[in-house]
């Protein structure tokens, strides 16, 4: 059975620290749904390690509602969280409701919204107020990659850090069970955590959120057009799958792929009957 959102919580209380990691394809959910991750996060960042577009910005409703059926088909114990992409929570708040319902018919538990406007604070009041979780997401958001002049830390100082803080006491407020936290000074998240009665879940935010989360393709190393500094890689599935294919097409070029163990065989008088074909 998946995580509730309760469970989620709790963790905070207990002091037990809570792992996230985004996921775009069925084998790949799985397997960290089996190793024990406590979410996971189809992630809008799909647009890029997934799809190869420039920014997130370029991936729409249709393009995640593939992903996270696929994943939602592999995920048996994490909370399953969906990611709302650029233009399906900006524009009108039924829009926005009608977004989040596909998401969690796709088989999401949750959704994730981005930025703490006015509007954005209004659209997580209406979706928690009908019964669909939302995690908010504050510092860097990278939709607004353009307004924020490019991937820079958030809270530089003590008065921005009160500013998110404000914020993340206004998602808090609206309903949302978790609060991602991206790019900010390990002091700032933490001044923040302390002070939140909801989870914090960082990523380049320090060791003090309650929560962390990575793009899973950084931490497995495959993604190689932008390595993040505070992403840990943890292997270099990039060069395991040149490897691999380069295994593959000397095999193919030497013929000694595929093997007689690798081939279907005829009977032996069908192949006789074959010899004997005029
Ligand atoms: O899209 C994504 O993967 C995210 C995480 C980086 C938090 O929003």
């Known amino acids: 059975m998946r995580k509730s959102i309760t469970k989620i919580q709790n963790y905070k209380k207990e002091g037990k620290k809570i792992s996230v990691l985004t996921a775009y394809d069925y084998s790949t959910a799985k397997y960290l749904d089996q190793a024990g991750v406590d979410m996971i996060l189809v992630g809008d960042s799909l647009a890029q390690v997934a799809l190869g577009y420039d920014n997130t910005t370029e991936v ?30 900006q524009l009108d708040k039924s829009e926005t409701m009608k977004n989040a319902c596909e998401f969690i018919k796709a088989g999401a538990n949750a959704v994730k919204m981005e930025g703490s406007s006015d509007f954005v604070i209004e659209c997580i009041k209406h979706l928690t107020q009908n019964g669909i979780p939302v995690m908010g997401h504050l510092g860097f ?36 069970f978790a609060i991602v936290l991206e790019l900010l000074p390990l002091q ?20 003090f959120c309650d929560g962390q989360v990575l793009v899973s393709d950084d ?60």
């Open 60 to 89: 729409g409703m249709d393009e995640m509602l593939v992903f996270v059926r696929a994943v939602s088909r592999a995920v048996e114990n994490a909370l399953l969280v969906a990611d709302m992409p650029f233009m399906s929570f």
């Open 141 to 176: 958001t990278p939709m607004s990659v353009n307004s924020l002049g490019g991937h820079k830390i958030q809270g530089k100082d003590a008065d921005r850090t009160i500013d998110i803080l404000k914020d993340a006491l206004r998602l808090q407020s609206a309903g949302c």
């Open 219 to 278: 931490l497995l190393g495959k993604y190689d057009r932008f390595k993040p500094k505070f992403a840990r890689q943890y292997s270099s599935l990039k060069d395991i799958i040149f490897n691999v294919a380069k295994a593959f097409c000397q095999d193919v070029e030497e013929g000694v792929f595929p093997s007689t163990k690798e081939s279907f065989m005829l009977e032996l008088e069908e192949i006789e009957k074959l010899e004997n074909y005029r």
């Open 188 to 207: 700032s998240s933490q001044f923040i955590s302390q002070r939140l009665r909801i989870p914090t879940i960082g990523i380049g935010a320090g060791k």
